[in-house]
């Protein structure tokens, strides 16, 4: 298992950046794929981003070209820049992480609050 600790949210207006930080600890952080999921008010969580240990990434097509998903091995640690902020973006942001091998993400951290004014 890893623990994963997100900082980084808050209220921006529509057109803004924020970014997102997710610190992970625990064993062989670096057999996990690490990402970031969202789950907007009355809505199910979706996933936003992930990103292997060699840096391969998946976005979601609401926010590919707006949202980049990074990842420092060195720290443990993966990050979300988000651009061009759009309200439909409100929501609580999780960092989630899966082992390499399962198919299922299987730690969340609390989660942040990132809120888009229009």
């Known amino acids: 298992q890893v623990h994963l600790v997100e900082s980084g949210g808050g209220l921006v207006q529509a057109g803004e950046s924020l970014r997102l930080s997710c610190a992970a600890s625990?064993?062989?952080?670096?057999?996990?794929?690490l990402g970031w999921y969202r789950q907007a008010p009355g809505k199910q969580r979706e996933m936003v981003a992930t990103?292997?240990?060699?840096?391969?990434?998946y976005y979601e097509n609401s926010v590919a070209g707006r949202f980049t998903i990074s990842r420092d091995n060195d720290k443990n640690a993966v990050y979300l820049q988000m651009a061009s902020l759009k309200p439909e973006d409100t929501g609580i942001y999780y960092c989630?992480?899966?082992?390499?091998?399962?198919?299922?993400?299987?730690?969340w951290g609390q989660g942040t609050q990132v809120t888009v004014s229009a």
């Open positions: 989630a992480a899966r082992y390499i091998d399962s198919s299922q993400f299987s730690s």
């Open positions: 990103i292997t240990w060699g840096g391969a990434t």
């Open positions: 625990g064993r062989d952080v670096l057999d996990y794929v």
